[in-house]
């Protein structure tokens, strides 16, 4: 696959789905089964069908709806003169700072639902929401 002509924004994941065609496998300790592809679950041809699974390709930079108001206040701040109004700006900076729950390259569940589905020259993509990811799986 090449570079994605895509960049996602906000708080949103441009997700590759695992769309091979595969046993159902289930996660282990869990009980969760992992549906064999994105196409069964369109289907319906598998009653084990609940999570969907795919690799995050790019991550969008969220940001606070009062991202910008804060960070002008948090600069006046750190101009006054004393500690207090030092360790405000720090703390203020901090409260609007959101940081992607994934990474690039993580292996993630998602439900059935989630996302909209985005075709780029023949290649299929989930553009997702931060929220709408159920899980990370941990490598072995």
């Known amino acids: 696959m090449s570079r994605v ?3 996602v924004l ?8 695992d769309v091979e065609t595969h046993a159902p496998t289930q996660l282990p300790g869990s009980g969760l089964y992992l549906a064999p592809s994105m196409a069964s679950a369109v289907t319906g041809s598998d009653e084990t069908i609940a999570f969907h ?8 930079t969220p940001r ?8 002008t206040l948090a600069d006046k ?3 006054d003169s004393g500690q207090h109004a030092h360790d405000a700006a720090l703390l203020l900076r901090d409260l609007v700072r959101r940081e992607p729950s994934v990474h690039m390259g993580d292996d993630v569940i998602f439900s059935s639902d989630a996302g909209q589905e985005v075709t780029v020259d023949g290649d299929v993509f989930l553009i997702l929401h931060d929220n709408e990811l159920l899980a990370v799986v941990k490598p072995e």
């Open 5 to 7: 002509p895509l960049r």
């Open 10 to 17: 906000g708080n949103r994941v441009l997700v590759k789905p």
């Open 53 to 60: 699974r795919g690799t995050v390709i790019s991550i969008g």
């Open 64 to 71: 606070h709806p009062l991202h910008h108001e804060a960070i």
């Open 77 to 79: 701040l750190a101009h």
